[in-house]
């Protein structure tokens, strides 16, 4: 069983920054790859960014290539999304994700685990 809990959402403007932060339960958060899924309002939940276990490999959707960057620290069992140059398609509750299958998938899986997620709002 594997807790997710995210936080460093909020309110800024197109251009500004956020860091999300996502700090998991239990002692084998290095077993789990770990990644960021969205969703905005009347859209389905779509791929962000995911991590491999130990760090080494990431992955991004073209929309946010360039922009964001997914790190992780399994001494602190976290992992953060660096999000710049932000839009107002960002917009979104941005879920962190915990999965046993392959880092490089793009979607996610019945067996995965979700945290709250956390409001991001882009204003224009």
């Known amino acids: 069983q594997v807790q997710l809990v995210e936080s460093g959402g909020g309110l800024v403007q197109a251009g500004g920054s956020l860091r999300l932060s996502c700090a998991a339960s239990?002692?084998?958060?290095?077993?789990?790859?770990m990644g960021w899924f969205r969703q905005a309002p009347g859209k389905e939940r779509e791929f962000v960014a995911r991590?491999?276990?130990?760090?080494?490999?990431?992955y991004y959707a073209d929309s946010v290539k360039g922009r964001f960057t997914i790190s992780r620290d399994n001494a602190k069992n976290t992992v953060y999304l660096q999000m710049n140059s932000l839009r107002p398609e960002d917009t979104a509750v941005y879920y962190c994700?915990?999965?046993?299958?392959?880092?490089?998938?793009?979607?996610?899986?019945?067996?995965?685990?979700w945290g709250q997620g956390t409001q991001v709002t882009v204003s224009s």
């Open positions: 991590i491999s276990r130990s760090g080494g490999s990431t």
């Open positions: 994700t915990a999965t046993k299958k392959a880092s490089y998938s793009t979607t996610y899986f019945p067996d995965d685990y």
């Open positions: 239990g002692r084998t958060f290095s077993s789990y790859a």
